[in-house]
């Protein structure tokens, strides 16, 4: 018995050393700089530098990310993996979020995002899949096709006979894994970058109130398009306008970088005709302006937003939210994106009293 004792006695020595010096690894890989931490693996330095240099540098990775202790076995086992195909060298050369981990980070991002995610869960973009891919009028008039994942579902890995079945005009239709059906098919990441170039809000010098607005920083407009098929952010800001043809004039549009974006899914057909398709491009009397001059960002919500141009003290003194448009009535022929004075003043366009 003696002799037990005495040769569990170093084995326990030793079992003890390595569980101090595990939790010790895990305390400082948890506590230090993610610069010393995250950026080590070569399959997420560029990330990190990104990071580094980004409006959310004060945060540290697991403040967004998660640890390797969040999603319990889950995490720890898909952590494992990357450190496995890391030594094995079967991974990527870089690593980027799944859609699981995407829809994951929404909750985080509502943390200090809380107006923005409210609006944004009460408006359109905020969709499920099952609101979309298992609409019955849609998809007995268009066959669902993998190019709709281009904007309903950019982080989806696979096409659409993954998602769902079957894939044709007749239902019904199916949602072939039941966790994809309420997962969101655009997150905030499929316009924003998490890992992106700016820096961090800070309050104004208050020592001359006058210089308050003067010398803030200008809105770099932080919206990016994510391209499922590049599997990378686009700088929409950087991206040549698309021009929209009415007949064979050139629409005259926004050059709002966040129109851009818009433009992206809320696309006209190949031959670029304005009204096809989704195409949404003001023209008529509403020709030039921005979407967001009308829509709020995150919850699309046009609503008020005619006062803010047409005001019922106008030289014309007429409400405007009255008039027979779709923003009184969805079944209007006078489409608020397309009205031309000639619409509605068919005997001509009276002239202003002098």
């Keep these: 018995m003696n002799r037990f004792r005495k040769s569990l006695f170093p084995a326990s020595i030793v079992l003890g050393s390595l569980l101090v010096i595990l939790v010790g690894f895990i305390v400082f890989w948890d506590t230090a700089s993610p610069l010393t931490t995250c950026a080590s693996c070569h399959e997420i330095e560029s990330t990190s530098d990104v990071w580094a240099h980004s409006g959310h540098r004060s945060f540290t990775c697991k403040e967004c990310h998660g640890s390797a202790f969040s999603n319990g076995f889950h995490s720890l086992t898909e952590k494992a993996g990357m450190v496995i195909h890391h030594f094995s060298g079967t991974g990527n050369s870089h690593v980027r979020l799944d859609e699981a981990q995407v829809v994951d980070m929404l909750g985080n991002c509502k943390r200090c995002h809380g107006i923005e995610y409210a609006k944004w869960l009460s408006g359109g973009h905020s969709a499920t899949y099952a609101a979309i891919f298992?609409?019955?009028?849609?998809?007995?008039?268009?066959?669902?096709?993998?190019?709709?994942?281009?904007?309903?579902?950019?982080?989806?890995?696979?096409?659409?006979?993954?998602?769902?079945?079957?894939?044709?005009?007749?239902?019904?239709?199916?949602?072939?894994?039941?966790?994809?059906?309420?997962?969101?098919?655009?997150?905030?990441?499929?316009?924003?970058?998490?890992?992106?170039?700016?820096?961090?809000?800070?309050?104004?010098?208050?020592?001359?109130?006058?210089?308050?607005?003067?010398?803030?920083?200008?809105?770099?407009?932080?919206?990016?398009?994510?391209?499922?098929?590049?599997?990378?952010?686009?700088?929409?800001?950087?991206?040549?306008?698309?021009?929209?043809?009415?007949?064979?004039?050139?629409?005259?549009?926004?050059?709002?970088?966040?129109?851009?974006?818009?433009?992206?899914?809320?696309?006209?057909?190949?031959?670029?005709?304005?009204?096809?398709?989704?195409?949404?491009?003001?023209?008529g009397v509403h020709e030039g302006i921005s979407c967001l001059e009308c829509h709020d960002a995150h919850s699309n919500n046009p609503r008020n937003s005619c006062v803010n141009c047409h005001p019922a003290m106008s030289d014309c003194g007429r409400d405007v939210t009255t008039m027979n448009t779709t923003f009184a009535d969805g079944k209007s022929p006078h489409n608020i994106h397309f009205v031309r004075c000639v619409d509605c003043h068919t005997k001509g366009i009276p002239q202003k009293p002098s």
């Design 134 to 283: 298992l609409n019955e009028k849609h998809n007995s008039k268009e066959q669902p096709n993998s190019d709709c994942l281009r904007c309903h579902g950019m982080f989806f890995k696979g096409t659409i006979q993954d998602l769902m079945t079957p894939v044709s005009t007749k239902g019904p239709w199916v949602i072939k894994r039941p966790e994809e059906s309420v997962r969101p098919v655009i997150p905030c990441l499929t316009c924003h970058q998490l890992h992106r170039h700016g820096s961090p809000a800070v309050s104004p010098d208050y020592s001359d109130p006058r210089m308050i607005f003067y010398t803030a920083s200008p809105d770099t407009f932080n919206v990016l398009f994510y391209d499922r098929y590049e599997n990378m952010h686009i700088d929409v800001a950087n991206q040549p306008p698309v021009e929209i043809f009415d007949g064979i004039r050139v629409v005259d549009a926004s050059t709002d970088p966040r129109q851009q974006l818009c433009i992206r899914c809320h696309a006209p057909n190949a031959f670029h005709a304005a009204g096809s398709s989704d195409d949404r491009t003001p023209r």
